[in-house]
């Protein structure tokens, strides 16, 4: 079956969208699950299981919980407009507690134990590296939400959030042209994707935008003491601080920065990692004026993000937020049933087969595409932060094909 757009359904209209799924049965002829199955996966005629894979707790909780809302939501939309193949979705979420070994441990569990048709899950790279061999040994499938180093491709894994020449080289062409920035500070959390990041940043600062690295600095994850980094900043002056720092350190560095008078009037910023979830915590005040690369911000402006601002905030009260990865997030599931409708199956291998060239034409940043490399051509936006949290949308790009492996910068 042809990849089916994304329906979003207000809360409201769930509980009469259920009565759908009989219609849906009857639509794919309720087909027997050995037919559509055979590979040993938790499939029976009435349901189908999957995974969810978060940090639920610990540092990455800040970044992670938007991710698992939604998932959860695209899935309750899946159900009650009939389900997959006739079948109801049911979840088993684990938490990867932050701990990448414990990442390891639970996916292990969700593909051995539980054989779950697919998994939704992960944030950070160091715990999408611990647990991809899993994954590649026991043959399951992944869709990993965060934008990301590159510099990876696996048969297991669908990644629905940008690689580096989506986001930082766009990112970095932006702000130089923009603000004619010569000088940059790069700043990151200490593992695998601030790092990699960096690296293939400071090559293009270096070899194409004929800049200057003139710090660069790594600190643990949790690390909430950024005063020495910070008299850094003002003593070298840089054009752009170029900030990878993730999860709850976020909120201790933005904090401090304001309290020491370094400001998007005295100073330009520019952040791969900081979403409207994070914002929440750190405050839109203390970060009003910098601004992030992405390819999704709340604000936008489309019939697709409307409804699904809509029913996310009909699910998780009017308070909630959402940012990149959890938009990225709700796409894994809807481009999960567009490929396993498409394959006529939930084997992995056939799922796998059918994933390039699903498309959705309804995603709320727009239009997505999966590439033969398994990653999604996306937008590169420029979102400036607002005093509400919210983000201001000051540059858009046309759509970019994902290259994961980019020439010069491996």
Not at 1 to 22: E, K
Not at 71 to 82: D, V, Y
Not at 368 to 394: A, C, M, P, Y
Request: overall charge neutral; aromatic content about 10%; proline content about 4%.
């Amino acid at each position: 079956m042809d990849s089916q757009p994304i329906r979003l359904l207000p809360r409201r209209l769930a509980v009469g969208a259920a009565t759908l799924s009989l219609l849906a049965a009857s639509l794919f002829g309720q087909v027997a699950s050995a037919e559509v199955n055979s590979t040993g996966l938790a499939v029976t005629d009435s349901e189908v299981t999957v995974g969810i894979l978060h940090s639920a707790t610990g540092t990455m909780a800040i970044s992670e919980t938007g991710s698992i809302q939604a998932e959860r939501l695209a899935i309750e939309q899946i159900n009650a407009s009939g389900g997959v193949l006739g079948r109801q979705i049911k979840v088993i979420q684990e938490d990867g507690a932050s701990d990448w070994p414990t990442f390891a441990e639970k996916a292990r569990k969700l593909l051995v134990n539980d054989k779950v048709a697919t998994v939704f899950g992960c944030w950070t790279s160091a715990s999408r590296k611990a647990v991809l061999p899993v994954f590649e040994r026991e043959n399951g499938l992944l869709y990993y939400p965060t934008f990301y180093e590159g510099l990876e491709q696996s048969k297991n894994v669908i990644y629905t959030g940008q690689e580096a020449t989506q986001q930082i080289l766009a990112g970095l062409d932006w702000v130089a042209k923009e603000k004619e920035a010569k000088t940059f500070y790069l700043i990151g959390s200490d593992y695998i994707w601030p790092r990699t990041s960096m690296k293939i940043a400071r090559k293009h600062i270096e070899s194409v935008l004929g800049g200057k690295v003139v710090g660069e600095e790594y600190y643990p994850l949790g690390n909430t003491q950024f005063g020495s980094l910070i008299n850094k900043i003002k003593l070298r002056k840089p054009d752009v601080v170029f900030a990878a720092v993730v999860g709850g350190s976020n909120v201790a560095f933005y904090k401090q920065m304001k309290a020491a008078g370094v400001t998007a009037d005295k100073q330009t910023l520019l952040t791969l990692s900081v979403t409207e979830d994070e914002l929440l915590g750190i405050g839109g005040e203390n970060m009003e004026g910098f601004y992030a690369s992405m390819k999704y911000f709340q604000s936008l402006d489309n019939p697709n993000n409307t409804a699904f601002v809509e029913a996310f905030k009909a699910k998780y009260g009017k308070d909630a937020v959402i940012g990149d990865v959890t938009q990225a997030a709700y796409l894994g599931p809807w481009l999960w049933k567009a490929a396993v409708e498409k394959a006529g199956s939930f084997d992995i291998d056939k799922v796998v087969a059918a994933s390039p060239s699903i498309e959705l034409t309804s995603a709320p940043e727009g239009y997505v595409k999966v590439h033969d490399n398994h990653h999604l051509w996306s937008k590169t936006r420029i979102g400036e932060v607002q005093k509400d949290g919210q983000f201001k949308v000051v540059f858009e790009s046309d759509l970019i094909e994902p290259n994961p492996f980019p020439k010069g910068y491996q």
